[in-house]
C-alpha cells in the first residue's frame, strides 16, 4: 500500500471510529462556513455546512482494526498531516502521553468556479 492509499484508509477509520457521546452517537460536527461569492459580477453570501469528524489519538492507535491497516501508524499520520487532510497538535504523537490529543479531520479543499 503507497502513502496516498494509507493516508485514504486513515481518513475511513477516523470517520469509522469518531468519538463515542453520551447517548451512543459518534462526535461529528457541522460548521457553518460564510462565504462570498462572485455571481457574475454581483457578490452573494452563501452559508455552507461542512461536516467535521475527530478522533483521540488513544482511541486510533488501541484499534485493533487499525493496528491491523497500519503498519506505521505514526508516520501514516504525520503524512497526513503533511498533506493537509487532518490536523493535530505536536509533530510526534507518542501511545500513552498523547493519547488525549484530538485528530481532526479537515474537509476537503474547495473547489475554485470558473
Known sequence: MNVEEEV????EEIQRLGQQQPDGS??????SVLYLVNVHRGYQYRVTELSVH???FGVLFNDDRCANIFEALVGTLRAAKKRKVLTYDGELLLQGVHDNVEITLL???AVAAA
Open 26 to 31: 459518534y462526535k461529528n460536527f457541522i460548521v
Open 54 to 56: 475527530e478522533v483521540k
Open 8 to 11: 485514504g484508509r486513515l481518513k
Open 107 to 109: 474537509p476537503p479543499p
